[in-house]
């Protein structure tokens, strides 16, 4: 069971990145999935999550308006397009699945069974 997360890089503040979490070994269309991030020194937080089904999504106050989480169950992947970038966005993004199928929106790190490998997401000033 692997989530693949990619699409980081560097981008200068009020640019976009699209990341992209691609499962493997195991479907998680089914599973309500997560964006995390942690910056150097600080804790992993939440910054985006949606429903198994795609019908609900719920944001961190700090990207609001600026990110948009979705997902293609048919390609087994989920996405966090990032507009409007702020340096203080750098950080590493962590994609992440609930640990039951079928479940609403997920903040809280402790419902979070399964994790990708992080991306790097650098925004300069």
């Known amino acids: 069971v692997q989530l693949q997360a990619c699409g980081g890089g560097l981008v200068q503040a009020g640019g976009s990145l699209r990341l992209s979490c691609e499962a493997s070994?195991?479907?998680?269309?089914?599973?309500?999935m997560a964006w995390f991030r942690q910056a150097p020194g600080k804790e992993r937080d939440f910054v985006a999550g949606?429903?198994?089904?795609?019908?609900?999504?719920y944001y961190a106050d700090s990207v609001k308006g600026r990110f948009t989480i979705s997902r293609d169950n048919a390609k087994n992947t989920v996405y966090l397009q990032m507009n409007s970038l702020k340096p203080e966005d750098t950080a590493l993004y962590y994609c992440?699945?609930?640990?039951?199928?079928?479940?609403?929106?997920?903040?809280?790190?402790?419902?979070?069974?399964?994790w990708g490998q992080g991306t790097l997401v650098t925004v300069s000033s």
């Open positions: 070994g195991r479907t998680f269309n089914n599973y309500p």
């Open positions: 949606i429903s198994w089904s795609g019908g609900a999504t």
């Open positions: 992440a699945a609930g640990r039951t199928r079928y479940g609403a929106v997920l903040t809280a790190i402790s419902n979070l069974g399964f």
